[in-house]
């Protein structure tokens, strides 16, 4: 029995994370995605087109400072 996860493709766009502000989600918006999915479904990070994945774990969470 095949069971589905949630893949969140990895993409490389800037340096700082300010050269990504206004391209990403809120964290709001986030959740509001994931409320579709099942809740014991396991969350990865899609690699190089879906060639390699990584787990998302609490210890893979984190905050960033950047000038705004």
Do not use: Q, W
Request: glycine share 8%; hydrophobic share 35%.
């Amino acid at each position: 029995m095949r069971k589905e996860c949630v893949t969140i493709a990895a993409h490389r766009e800037a340096y700082m994370p300010e050269d990504c502000i206004g391209k990403a989600m809120t964290v709001g918006e986030l959740k509001s995605l994931l409320e579709d999915f099942d809740e014991d479904a396991p969350v990865l990070v899609s690699n190089d087109d879906g060639y390699t994945y990584g787990a998302v774990t609490d210890f893979c969470l984190g905050n960033a400072d950047y000038d705004g």
